[in-house]
């Protein structure tokens, strides 16, 4: 069997095609706050990718970079600025942020309603309680929105969830499990027993571990439905910058499932495309209360 591979790019595409209608339709402009702390290179990547789909879309956005050593308390006052700034409906704060800060208490001070990452407790709690109509995190509504996409069916599917990250893989689980999704999740984390049992037994698989290439073709279920969330950098010597990015999936698992993203080229840009909906959402939302 080969995979059909779910081509994150276009699927992204699509979605923008879509948000275009909405930003038009709305008579605010959406604006975007990203908030980044220090020198991380892979950061800084992110940030541009991210403000070059604003650009895209004609969605505003503020780019506000700080350098490593600044204390904490800068940032606080900078969020309640935001917060109180009626122009803007969106305040993301790019992680990793430097040793000193306080990531979480950070998140907990961004309007729940300018929350575009989905992090603040606010909107966490809101998807246990089964309301998907608020800020959901991006990767994992990334993967949802992908795997509505390439018509996967998911109602009493068996599907493990390799990784159970508040931002990722918890938050991917509940979406899953959700009512309307319907899969029977399995949530595989560090102190599982038996990894590779409990993948053979899934239909579907979402790696979100952080292992180059963990999950093996033998882990896998003929025909299951595997995608890959991981973004890991591993040495590679026949590159001329001596680097590739690898995914959580080894490749050759293409040769096993029926479907499959790839890294790079799947989850990641569905990631920037649910951030920019996440922004028109919230500019909808400010728009409806004026
Ligand atoms: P994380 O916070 O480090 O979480 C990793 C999870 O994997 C943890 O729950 C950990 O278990 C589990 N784990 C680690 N080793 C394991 C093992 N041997 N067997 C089973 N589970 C294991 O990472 P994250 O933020 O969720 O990100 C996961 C991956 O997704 C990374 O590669 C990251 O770069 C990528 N990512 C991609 C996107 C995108 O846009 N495509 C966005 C976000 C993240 P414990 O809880 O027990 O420690």
Redesign the pocket.
Known sequence: MTAVMLDGKTCAADLEENLKSRIKACDVTPHLAVIIVGDDPASHVYVRNKIRSCERLSIKSTHLEFPENTPQIDIEKTIQQLNDDDSLHGILIQSPLPSHMDEESLTDLIDPEKDVDGFHPTNLGRIVQGRLDGMIPC?PA?VMEMLRWGNVELSGKKAVV????F???MSQSLLLAAKGSDATVTI?????KD?QQECLAADIIIA????PE?VQPSWVKEGAVVID????RVEDATRERGWRLAG?VHPDVANIASIMSPVPGG??PM?VAMLMANTVTAAERFSQRK
């Open positions: 990767t990334g390799i990784g159970r990250s931002n990722v893989g595989v984390h560090s102190r599982t990894v979100a571990v952080g292992r963990m969330v991981g973004i890991n959580d989850v990641g990631t």
